[in-house]
Protein backbone atom coordinates (compact mmCIF):
# COMPACT_ATOMS: atom_id res chain seq x y z
CA UNK A 1 0.00 0.00 0.00
CA UNK A 2 1.49 3.53 -1.12
CA UNK A 3 0.09 5.24 1.99
CA UNK A 4 2.50 2.73 4.43
CA UNK A 5 5.20 2.88 2.34
CA UNK A 6 5.53 6.66 2.13
CA UNK A 7 4.69 6.54 5.80
CA UNK A 8 8.07 4.35 6.33
CA UNK A 9 9.86 6.56 4.11
CA UNK A 10 8.82 9.97 5.80
CA UNK A 11 9.79 8.43 9.84
CA UNK A 12 13.14 6.88 8.31
CA UNK A 13 14.13 10.20 6.42
CA UNK A 14 12.99 12.41 10.18
CA UNK A 15 14.73 9.93 12.01
CA UNK A 16 17.95 10.64 10.32
CA UNK A 17 17.56 14.01 9.84
CA UNK A 18 16.49 14.63 13.81
CA UNK A 19 19.64 12.87 15.03
CA UNK A 20 21.66 14.69 12.71
CA UNK A 21 20.70 17.71 14.09
CA UNK A 22 20.46 16.68 17.46
CA UNK A 23 24.07 15.92 17.45
CA UNK A 24 24.73 19.41 15.63
CA UNK A 25 23.09 21.22 18.22
CA UNK A 26 25.71 20.17 20.98
CA UNK A 27 28.50 22.24 18.65
CA UNK A 28 25.85 25.27 17.80
CA UNK A 29 27.81 28.52 17.77
CA UNK A 30 25.22 31.27 18.56
CA UNK A 31 27.53 33.63 16.49
CA UNK A 32 27.97 31.69 13.24
CA UNK A 33 25.25 29.08 12.61
CA UNK A 34 22.59 31.16 13.57
CA UNK A 35 20.59 33.95 11.12
CA UNK A 36 16.89 35.58 10.90
CA UNK A 37 14.14 35.24 8.42
CA UNK A 38 10.96 37.18 8.16
CA UNK A 39 11.96 38.88 11.76
CA UNK A 40 14.25 39.40 13.99
CA UNK A 41 12.50 36.65 16.26
CA UNK A 42 12.30 34.43 13.10
CA UNK A 43 15.56 31.83 13.62
CA UNK A 44 17.17 30.18 11.35
CA UNK A 45 20.18 27.57 12.40
CA UNK A 46 22.50 25.89 10.00
CA UNK A 47 20.94 22.67 11.15
CA UNK A 48 17.81 23.52 9.06
CA UNK A 49 19.76 23.70 6.45
CA UNK A 50 21.47 20.82 6.95
CA UNK A 51 18.35 19.03 8.31
CA UNK A 52 16.36 20.22 4.82
CA UNK A 53 19.24 18.96 2.31
CA UNK A 54 19.66 15.64 4.24
CA UNK A 55 15.58 15.08 3.61
CA UNK A 56 15.70 15.87 -0.30
CA UNK A 57 19.20 13.90 -1.05
CA UNK A 58 16.59 11.23 0.49
CA UNK A 59 13.80 11.85 -1.08
CA UNK A 60 15.64 11.75 -4.57
CA UNK A 61 17.23 8.77 -4.04
CA UNK A 62 13.60 6.98 -2.79
CA UNK A 63 11.48 8.86 -5.25
CA UNK A 64 13.35 10.93 -8.30
CA UNK A 65 9.60 11.86 -9.87
CA UNK A 66 8.24 13.12 -6.70
CA UNK A 67 8.09 17.22 -5.99
CA UNK A 68 9.46 18.67 -2.50
CA UNK A 69 8.95 21.93 -0.74
CA UNK A 70 11.03 22.38 2.33
CA UNK A 71 10.59 25.34 4.67
CA UNK A 72 14.59 26.65 3.79
CA UNK A 73 13.64 26.82 0.38
CA UNK A 74 13.45 23.66 -1.85
CA UNK A 75 11.30 23.23 -4.18
CA UNK A 76 11.20 20.95 -7.21
CA UNK A 77 7.86 19.83 -9.51
CA UNK A 78 6.12 16.73 -9.31
CA UNK A 79 6.34 14.52 -12.11
CA UNK A 80 3.92 11.43 -9.77
CA UNK A 81 1.65 13.49 -8.58
CA UNK A 82 2.96 12.83 -4.86
CA UNK A 83 4.97 15.96 -3.22
CA UNK A 84 6.59 16.22 0.09
CA UNK A 85 6.12 19.12 2.67
CA UNK A 86 9.42 19.20 4.75
CA UNK A 87 9.66 21.36 8.28
CA UNK A 88 13.57 20.02 9.22
CA UNK A 89 13.33 21.66 12.41
CA UNK A 90 9.54 22.37 13.50
CA UNK A 91 10.43 24.78 16.95
CA UNK A 92 13.97 25.96 15.66
CA UNK A 93 13.21 28.73 18.39
CA UNK A 94 13.14 25.82 21.32
CA UNK A 95 15.83 23.72 19.11
CA UNK A 96 17.95 26.88 19.40
CA UNK A 97 17.31 27.19 23.55
CA UNK A 98 18.01 23.72 23.77
CA UNK A 99 14.49 23.07 24.99
CA UNK A 100 13.08 19.65 23.71
CA UNK A 101 9.75 20.80 22.03
CA UNK A 102 11.26 20.59 18.66
CA UNK A 103 10.76 18.02 15.52
CA UNK A 104 11.05 17.17 11.98
CA UNK A 105 8.00 16.87 10.15
CA UNK A 106 7.22 15.14 6.85
CA UNK A 107 4.43 14.37 4.87
CA UNK A 108 3.64 13.04 1.34
CA UNK A 109 0.37 14.97 -0.34
CA UNK A 110 -0.99 14.43 -3.60
CA UNK A 111 -4.40 15.94 -4.98
CA UNK A 112 -6.50 14.71 -2.31
CA UNK A 113 -4.39 15.93 0.66
CA UNK A 114 -2.02 14.26 2.81
CA UNK A 115 -1.34 10.42 2.08
CA UNK A 116 1.51 10.16 5.22
CA UNK A 117 3.32 11.57 7.42
CA UNK A 118 5.90 11.44 10.23
CA UNK A 119 6.89 13.66 13.32
CA UNK A 120 9.91 12.86 14.97
CA UNK A 121 10.76 14.75 18.37
CA UNK A 122 15.03 13.81 18.59
CA UNK A 123 14.81 15.05 22.25
CA UNK A 124 12.58 12.50 23.38
CA UNK A 125 12.93 10.11 20.79
CA UNK A 126 9.58 10.10 19.65
CA UNK A 127 8.32 9.22 16.52
CA UNK A 128 4.70 9.78 15.27
CA UNK A 129 2.94 8.64 12.36
CA UNK A 130 0.17 8.52 10.14
CA UNK A 131 -1.25 6.76 6.81
CA UNK A 132 -3.91 7.97 5.45
CA UNK A 133 -7.01 5.31 6.09
CA UNK A 134 -4.59 3.29 8.62
CA UNK A 135 -4.40 5.16 11.67
CA UNK A 136 -1.74 7.08 13.42
CA UNK A 137 0.88 5.42 15.79
CA UNK A 138 3.81 6.33 18.36
CA UNK A 139 6.32 3.30 18.54
CA UNK A 140 4.00 0.30 18.25
CA UNK A 141 0.80 2.17 20.48
CA UNK A 142 -2.20 3.11 17.74
CA UNK A 143 -3.15 6.26 18.93
CA UNK A 144 -6.49 7.86 19.75
CA UNK A 145 -7.63 11.51 20.39
CA UNK A 146 -8.76 12.44 24.19
CA UNK A 147 -12.53 11.54 24.66
CA UNK A 148 -13.11 15.30 26.36
CA UNK A 149 -16.39 16.58 26.07
CA UNK A 150 -16.01 19.37 28.70
CA UNK A 151 -14.44 22.60 27.84
CA UNK A 152 -13.80 23.44 31.49
CA UNK A 153 -11.40 21.06 31.77
CA UNK A 154 -9.77 20.98 28.47
CA UNK A 155 -5.90 21.98 28.14
CA UNK A 156 -5.62 23.50 24.90
CA UNK A 157 -2.28 24.02 22.89
CA UNK A 158 -1.61 27.30 20.40
CA UNK A 159 1.01 29.03 18.82
CA UNK A 160 1.75 32.98 17.96
CA UNK A 161 3.14 34.11 14.83
CA UNK A 162 6.85 35.64 14.75
CA UNK A 163 5.20 39.02 13.54
CA UNK A 164 4.17 41.25 16.54
CA UNK A 165 0.70 42.74 14.61
CA UNK A 166 -0.64 39.18 14.23
CA UNK A 167 0.63 38.41 18.24
CA UNK A 168 -1.83 41.07 19.02
CA UNK A 169 -4.57 39.73 17.64
CA UNK A 170 -3.94 35.85 18.70
CA UNK A 171 -3.21 37.55 22.63
CA UNK A 172 -7.05 38.38 22.15
CA UNK A 173 -8.25 35.03 21.48
CA UNK A 174 -6.40 33.52 23.92
CA UNK A 175 -7.67 36.27 26.56
CA UNK A 176 -11.49 35.14 25.51
CA UNK A 177 -10.39 31.56 26.00
CA UNK A 178 -8.52 31.43 28.55
CA UNK A 179 -11.42 31.69 31.41
CA UNK A 180 -13.57 28.81 30.39
CA UNK A 181 -10.58 26.31 29.66
CA UNK A 182 -8.40 24.52 32.24
CA UNK A 183 -5.22 25.98 30.86
CA UNK A 184 -3.09 27.09 27.83
CA UNK A 185 -0.24 25.36 26.58
CA UNK A 186 2.34 27.02 24.23
CA UNK A 187 4.98 24.28 23.38
CA UNK A 188 6.73 26.11 20.66
CA UNK A 189 6.22 23.91 17.80
CA UNK A 190 3.21 23.26 15.68
CA UNK A 191 3.37 19.85 14.57
CA UNK A 192 4.28 18.48 18.22
CA UNK A 193 1.48 20.36 19.23
CA UNK A 194 -0.91 18.19 17.03
CA UNK A 195 0.50 14.92 17.89
CA UNK A 196 -0.07 15.67 20.78
CA UNK A 197 -3.91 16.49 20.46
CA UNK A 198 -3.79 13.10 18.57
CA UNK A 199 -2.50 11.02 22.05
CA UNK A 200 -4.56 13.03 24.19
CA UNK A 201 -1.69 14.60 25.88
CA UNK A 202 -3.77 18.14 24.76
CA UNK A 203 -7.24 17.89 24.37
CA UNK A 204 -7.27 21.05 21.68
CA UNK A 205 -5.04 22.84 19.58
CA UNK A 206 -5.16 25.95 17.71
CA UNK A 207 -3.37 28.27 15.56
CA UNK A 208 -3.02 31.10 12.63
CA UNK A 209 -0.62 31.50 9.95
CA UNK A 210 0.85 28.56 9.98
CA UNK A 211 2.66 27.11 6.47
CA UNK A 212 1.59 23.53 4.91
CA UNK A 213 4.61 22.01 6.14
CA UNK A 214 3.70 23.10 9.91
CA UNK A 215 0.52 21.34 9.30
CA UNK A 216 0.13 18.85 6.70
CA UNK A 217 1.94 15.61 8.63
CA UNK A 218 0.93 16.46 12.70
CA UNK A 219 -2.89 17.25 11.12
CA UNK A 220 -2.86 13.80 9.21
CA UNK A 221 -1.59 12.20 12.71
CA UNK A 222 -4.55 13.91 14.83
CA UNK A 223 -7.07 13.39 12.23
CA UNK A 224 -6.32 9.80 12.02
CA UNK A 225 -6.60 9.45 15.97
CA UNK A 226 -9.68 10.37 15.89
CA UNK A 227 -9.60 14.19 16.82
CA UNK A 228 -11.77 16.59 14.34
CA UNK A 229 -10.43 19.63 12.40
CA UNK A 230 -11.70 22.56 10.69
CA UNK A 231 -10.45 26.25 9.96
CA UNK A 232 -12.23 28.79 12.44
CA UNK A 233 -15.17 29.32 10.57
CA UNK A 234 -16.05 25.71 11.06
CA UNK A 235 -14.84 25.07 7.23
CA UNK A 236 -11.84 22.52 6.08
CA UNK A 237 -9.20 23.25 7.26
CA UNK A 238 -6.19 25.62 6.51
CA UNK A 239 -2.85 26.81 7.74
CA UNK A 240 -3.82 29.89 7.89
CA UNK A 241 -6.38 29.20 10.25
CA UNK A 242 -6.72 25.54 12.15
CA UNK A 243 -8.44 23.97 14.86
CA UNK A 244 -7.99 20.57 15.91
CA UNK A 245 -9.36 19.03 18.85
CA UNK A 246 -11.22 16.11 20.73
CA UNK A 247 -14.44 16.16 18.55
CA UNK A 248 -17.36 16.92 21.58
CA UNK A 249 -15.58 20.43 22.27
CA UNK A 250 -14.86 21.59 18.81
CA UNK A 251 -18.05 23.86 18.05
CA UNK A 252 -17.88 25.35 21.57
CA UNK A 253 -14.16 25.77 21.31
CA UNK A 254 -14.95 27.84 17.74
CA UNK A 255 -17.31 29.65 19.69
CA UNK A 256 -14.81 30.94 22.33
CA UNK A 257 -11.47 31.33 19.14
CA UNK A 258 -13.46 32.79 16.45
CA UNK A 259 -16.87 33.99 17.23
CA UNK A 260 -19.00 35.17 14.10
CA UNK A 261 -22.21 36.05 13.14
CA UNK A 262 -21.58 33.97 9.66
CA UNK A 263 -20.52 30.99 11.48
CA UNK A 264 -22.82 28.11 11.06
CA UNK A 265 -24.62 27.35 14.53
CA UNK A 266 -23.72 24.32 15.92
CA UNK A 267 -27.52 23.48 17.38
CA UNK A 268 -29.33 23.55 14.26
C1 LIG B 1 6.96 27.64 14.11
C2 LIG B 1 6.54 26.75 15.25
C3 LIG B 1 5.71 27.54 16.23
C4 LIG B 1 4.51 28.17 15.59
C5 LIG B 1 4.93 29.02 14.42
C6 LIG B 1 5.75 28.21 13.43
P1 LIG B 1 9.37 27.05 12.98
O1 LIG B 1 7.72 26.89 13.16
O2 LIG B 1 5.77 25.66 14.78
O3 LIG B 1 5.20 26.74 17.27
O4 LIG B 1 3.84 28.94 16.55
O5 LIG B 1 3.75 29.49 13.80
O6 LIG B 1 6.17 29.03 12.39
O7 LIG B 1 9.57 28.45 12.49
O8 LIG B 1 9.96 26.81 14.32
O9 LIG B 1 9.62 26.02 11.97
CA1 LIG C 1 7.51 25.12 11.53
CA1 LIG D 1 11.17 25.21 10.57
Redesign the pocket.
Known amino acids: MIEIELMNAAASMARRAGDLALVGRSTLDRSTDVGT?STAT???TRW?SASENLIVSDIEARRPDDGIIG?EGSTKESRSGVSWLV?????????LYGLA??AV?IAAVDLSGTLAGAVYLPATREMFVAARGHGSWLGGRRLACSPSGELATALVG?????SSERRAKQGERVANLLPNVRDIR????????LCYVADGRLDAYF?E???P??LAAGLLIATEAGARASDFAGGPPVPSNVLVSAPDIHDRLLDLIAPSPNRRDPTL
Open positions: KDMVDEDPIDGTTNFGWSTGFSYRTGAAAPDENLQWD
